[in-house]
């Protein structure tokens, strides 16, 4: 699965810059450093683009420099995770430099309650206005992720400052920046003085890992006293990517996954590569559309030559029938008529529901001594009949098309209805 490795530009500090068209301008001309992988491991593309510009991939991962991010070691406070903000707020504010409210904190992966753990920190209307800024221009982050954190064993990552690019004699080394990540935290300090020497421990752990970009091996290794392993901005960009930790959570926490996925689908649907797909299933669809007319129209044609046959057959049967409506409930009318003017009996009629009652009625049984008759009904009273005498009696009628139903010690006798039999 594509993946994309997106920059946050370091966030500005102490240029008291302005809200508004000044900020809008300025991310619109914002050029963004990526990295693009076929497999989230081997890097297939990099480069520097606008926001709008940056290549489509299944998964995009945006993340923040060193210097954007603080790191706070506590005890992660019980409570459920619909109150976890607020109780790592608590927690961390007198720790916080800035007002609680404009931090957003993120919590280590798989940290447990009640356990150490380590909590990320960073501005967060600034954070929530750059990832608004990306999805604007439909770039929709999955991850957010640290280009450091404590690990163990301790990593250092020398970089030269934006603009400069080291000669790479000695005194070339004190324009470098060193981020040195350890069990203990994150630190970012320049290698100009004593500082950077005071803060890692002598002699350096044998398992540190050192990294440099191009530009700045030479001097880092000067400095280190030892090879360090040559990493550009965009392996390193794509090495962080890999780590567990996801900055969004909370108030932050990744949204409308379902919609963001049917829009990129669209989108790549209209791409002019599929092309041949849509004329291919816009022309499955007019036939679809033919084909179905052409069925329907043949029905109709079929039915109305089965409607005209029964009229056919209504006319020829009864010529005396003028106007046609419903043939079939007319010519059922008009041979009851034929049938009563000659005396014969019908199938609801008393004499053959007496008829087959007497077909199947138990030997055992005295002769019936109540009864009602309603058209197509016929009610006989069965006191003390067992249930295996109505289950006989029931069972000898059923297969001549009659319907019995047993209730309150009589049983009613009628037609089934017509129509397949369940």
Not at 100 to 129: C, E, I, K, Y
Not at 218 to 237: F, H, I, Y
Not at 388 to 413: D, M
Request: hydrophobic letters at 45%; proline letters at 9%.
């Amino acid at each position: 699965m594509s993946t994309l490795v997106v920059q946050i530009p370091p966030r500005l500090r102490l240029l008291g810059h302005s809200t508004g068209a000044t900020d809008t301008e300025a991310r619109n001309a914002t050029e963004y450093s990526y990295a693009l992988s076929p497999d989230g491991l081997l890097l297939s593309d990099q480069g520097q683009c606008a926001a709008s510009l940056l290549p489509k991939a299944a998964t995009v991962v945006a993340v923040l420099a060193d210097a954007d991010v603080s790191w706070h070691r506590i005890t992660l406070p019980k409570a459920p995770a619909a109150r976890m903000q607020m109780a790592l707020v608590g927690v961390l504010e007198e720790a916080l430099l800035e007002d609680p409210d404009s931090v957003h904190l993120a919590v280590a992966p798989m940290a447990s309650a009640g356990q150490p753990t380590w909590v990320a920190a960073t501005d967060r209307a600034w954070l929530a206005a750059e990832l608004a800024f990306l999805e604007k221009s439909q770039v929709f982050v999955d991850r957010l992720v640290p280009a450091s954190w404590p690990d163990d064993p301790p990593t250092g990552h020398f970089a030269e400052p934006e603009g400069e690019a080291p000669s790479g004699d000695a005194a070339s080394a004190h324009r470098l920046t060193l981020s040195w990540a350890h069990p203990d935290g994150v630190v970012i300090v320049n290698l100009k003085g004593s500082l950077a020497r005071a803060l890692l421990p002598t002699p350096l752990p044998e398992n540190a890992r050192f990294s440099a970009t191009p530009a700045a091996a030479a001097a880092a290794e000067q400095w280190a006293g030892s090879p360090v392993v040559v990493m550009t901005a965009a392996q390193r960009m794509l090495l962080s990517a890999r780590s567990l930790w996801n900055l969004r959570q909370f108030t932050l926490a990744r949204k409308n996954r379902g919609s963001r996925a049917l829009r990129d689908v669209w989108r790549q649907f209209l791409r002019p590569d599929w092309r041949p797909l849509r004329y291919g299933l816009v022309a499955l669809v007019v036939v679809q559309v033919l084909g179905l007319n052409l069925w329907a129209a043949t029905q109709r044609n079929t039915l109305k030559q089965k409607r005209d046959a029964m009229v056919q057959v209504l006319r020829t049967a009864h010529p005396q029938v003028q106007g046609v409506l419903d043939a079939p409930m007319q010519m059922r009318r008009e041979t009851d008529t034929l049938r009563a003017a000659a005396g014969k009996p019908g199938e609801t009629d008393l004499e053959p529901l007496l008829l087959a009652a007497a077909s199947a009625w138990p030997g055992d049984r005295p002769p019936v001594d109540n009864l009602r008759y309603e058209p197509g009904r016929l009610t006989i009273a069965a006191p003390g009949w067992s249930p295996e005498q109505i289950n006989q009696f029931i069972g000898q009628l059923r297969p001549s098309g009659w319907q019995v139903e047993s209730t309150n010690g009589a049983l009613t006798l009628s037609r089934a209805p017509s129509g397949p039999k369940p």
